[in-house]
Each structure stands twice: as C-alpha cells, then as structure tokens.
C-alpha cells in the first residue's frame, strides 16, 4: 500500500504525517481534533497545549468507546432481525408447503 505524506496544523504547530490512509481523510482528522483543541483552549487559558491535547484525546477516545457501543447494541439487533426473518421465511415455506399439498387434494 502507498504511503501518503501529509502535512497538517493542529493548535498552531505543523506536523507532518506519514501514512497509507488517504491525505483528506488525514487534513479532515486533523481539522477535527484542531477544532475540539482551539474550542478547549478558548475555555481555560490556563492550559499548556500538551494538557489541552491530552483532554481532547480523551474525549475523542470516550467518543470512540460509545460509538463501538452503540456499533455493538446495533450488530445484536440486526442478528436478531435476521433471525425473526429466517424464522418467517421458514414459517412462509411451512404454509406454502401445506397449500400446495391442499391444492394436491382438489
């Protein structure tokens, strides 16, 4: 696989990133994190960069963590559906069988 180098900005500093993933998915990251930095460093003054990246960090890590949750609830729900409709398809096969065979009697 190819490898991208990009450069980015978060909170002022450049970085340059070397990556296989595509560069605007990498510039659109970085925008985010940019964003969620430049919004908690206008809260507190009083934070270096370091602790405001560290802060961001663990909010995206804590969104991560509810988005695999919410991934998790959905795949069990959607096991559960393709149960409920083999079932009904079995239920379906079962009547059509005994139409069929009523059908055969006339």
């Not at 190819?2 to 978060?10: C, G, R, T």
């Not at 988005?67 to 409709?85: F, H, I, N, P, W």
């Amino acid at each position: 696989m190819e490898k991208n180098k990009v450069e980015i900005s978060v909170g002022n500093q450049k970085y340059t990133i070397i990556s296989t993933e595509a560069p605007e998915d990498i510039k659109a990251l970085a925008s985010t994190v940019d964003k969620k930095l430049s919004a908690l460093m206008g809260q507190s003054s009083r934070l270096s960069l370091t602790e405001a990246l560290v802060l961001v960090s663990l909010d995206i890590a804590n969104e991560l963590k509810a988005q695999e949750s919410t991934v998790k609830k959905l795949r069990g729900e959607m096991a559960d559906y393709l149960e409920d409709a083999e079932k009904a398809m079995m239920e379906r096969d079962k009547y059509k069988r005994e139409l069929d065979r009523i059908k055969g009697k006339k």
